[in-house]
């Protein structure tokens, strides 16, 4: 996953890419969103969540994690509310062979 801040993040999986797009939020302290990000990919890969529902977790974990002066607090509330207005888009490119 490749997160683009504000402007939501990029994922591939196999031959399916997916753009992660967010809403715009009142950003308080960023600084260790990232962490809490991948923290809550690993926490929804390890819960067996869809790929679609893994990537809004990590996000919606990112997005709370900002919105607290402190370093590493994820309001449980404010995820479940930031999953239902994070939206992902699957692209599926075909690919070709290289000649040579």
Avoid: R, W
């Avoid at 399916?16 to 991948?38: K, L, M, Q, R």
């Avoid at 607090?73 to 000649?99: G, P, R």
């Amino acid at each position: 996953m490749v997160s683009c801040g504000a402007e939501g993040a990029l994922f591939k999986a196999g031959d399916v890419f997916y753009n992660v797009e967010i809403p715009t939020i009142e950003v308080i302290n960023p600084t260790g969103s990232g962490d809490a990000t991948v923290g809550g990919f690993a926490y929804a890969l390890e819960q067996k969540y869809s790929v679609e529902d893994t990537l809004k977790y990590a996000m919606a974990c990112g997005m709370s994690n900002a919105q607290h002066a402190e370093v590493g607090v994820i309001n449980k509330h404010d995820v479940v509310l930031f999953m239902k207005q994070i939206k992902v888009k699957q692209y599926k490119f075909e690919t070709t062979k290289a000649i040579g």
